[in-house]
């Protein structure tokens, strides 16, 4: 009897230990696929912070490549590759790692010979085709993500004053010589035949208009056309108060030519419409031009503007100071438009003074043409292949 009780109780043990031990084998089992689910689950994890890693490199290398041709250090058909330029291209210390695998291409539909936009027009020919295609890709821990954007071009924006001359000061001194002279409102293409644009006023101030029509004498007043009759001046309030210090200060880093306090008289060309060749000037200081000189492009000056002799000039002029044209052999021209601060008056309250044959003439050709030329590529369209 007490044989049989002995064996019933070593088999009560045999089965309890073998459920424990299939219960060991079932937890194990459950924590270990626990652990294979938490695996996946932090790969899959990691795999989509790689992706959208990827993904923010390959959009900002698009805005990389705008910023980059539009400060010219890049080629429209240029390449960018961040894995081998020695560059902490990410700001995280490091050069050239893992995370560098940033590549892009650009091909400029302006110049690939092909009718990109199927309006039977190719390259140069079609002003629709200022855009270039950049491909980009980005890898990281064998995670790629590829990107196709667009840069469009755009001209410049610049401020349109209403006038071929803009006075800021609205008690502007307004002092012509003789009756050499025109102020023109009335749109002229560059080779001098009647623009397209509607008329202009002859001279815009901020400010009341009979501040400058009580200024010019009887014989004058025929020499200040465009809108609104004879002579035409008009008042005009800019929505920027301070627009051209502000166009000054935003174009300045884009001048390739710079005057600092430049106490000679120039009588270089800074720029040349005739070839094309459109500069953004800048004057720290008064600028005085002498016979034979002028320019194409946007001239900035941050102080006066004296010119004597002949001089021609192309575009937009922004002077924080005076404008003075002083007699002497040649004509004094310009063709486009320029705005006149008057914040820097150097012991004088003569805003603009102009003396023997001088033409300030409206162009909008002119104009179009400098806009064109600076204007810059910003991202238009993205798509993923």
Not at 297 to 317: E, F, P, R
Not at 332 to 357: A, E, F, M, Y
Request: aromatic share 6%; hydrophobic share 40%; proline share 4%.
């Amino acid at each position: 009897m007490g044989g049989m009780e002995r064996g019933r109780a070593a088999g009560e043990r045999g089965s309890i230990m073998a459920f424990l031990l299939l219960t060991i084998v079932v937890v194990a089992g459950g924590v270990a696929g626990l652990l294979t689910v938490e695996r996946v689950r932090q790969g899959r994890v990691l795999e989509q912070a790689r992706a959208k890693r990827s993904l923010q490199l390959a959009e900002s290398t698009l805005d990389e490549a705008a910023v980059l041709v539009n400060a010219g250090t890049l080629g429209e058909n240029g390449a960018i590759d961040w894995s081998g330029d020695g560059l902490d291209n990410d700001g995280d210390g490091t050069v050239d790692e893992a995370d560098e695998q940033v590549s892009a291409t650009l091909v400029s539909w302006a110049s690939d010979g092909i009718d990109n936009d199927g309006d039977g027009m190719t390259d140069a020919a079609d002003n629709n085709e200022t855009v270039i295609r950049v491909r980009t890709s980005a890898a990281i821990g064998g995670v790629t993500r590829a990107l196709t954007g667009w840069l469009q071009r755009s001209p410049l924006t610049l401020p349109d004053p209403d006038g071929t001359v803009y006075l800021d000061d609205p008690n502007a001194d307004v002092t012509f010589q003789g009756n050499a002279f025109e102020v023109s409102g009335n749109d002229q293409n560059l080779d001098g035949t009647p623009g397209p644009a509607s008329p202009l006023y002859g001279i815009a101030i901020n400010g009341d208009p009979t501040a400058v029509v009580t200024q010019l004498s009887a014989t004058q007043q025929d020499n200040v056309t465009g809108q609104g009759g004879l002579p035409s001046v008009t008042s005009y309030t800019p929505p920027d108060p301070d627009f051209i210090e502000n166009v000054i200060s935003a174009l300045s880093p884009r001048a390739s030519v710079v005057f600092n306090n430049y106490t000679g008289v120039y009588t270089g060309m800074l720029g040349n419409e005739a070839t094309g060749n459109y500069v953004i000037t800048k004057s720290n200081g008064t600028l005085q031009m002498g016979g034979g000189s002028g320019g194409a492009g946007i001239l900035l000056v941050d102080g006066d503007l004296v010119i004597s002799g002949g001089w021609d000039y192309v575009g937009y002029i922004f002077v924080t100071g005076r404008v003075v044209m002083n007699g002497g052999a040649g004509t004094r021209r310009l063709r486009g438009t320029i705005c006149i601060g008057g914040d820097v008056i150097q012991g004088s309250t003569v805003l603009l003074w102009v003396n023997g044959t001088v033409d300030l003439l409206y162009s909008s050709e002119a104009l179009s043409l400098v806009r064109e030329t600076f204007g810059t590529y910003a991202v238009s369209a993205v798509t993923e292949p």
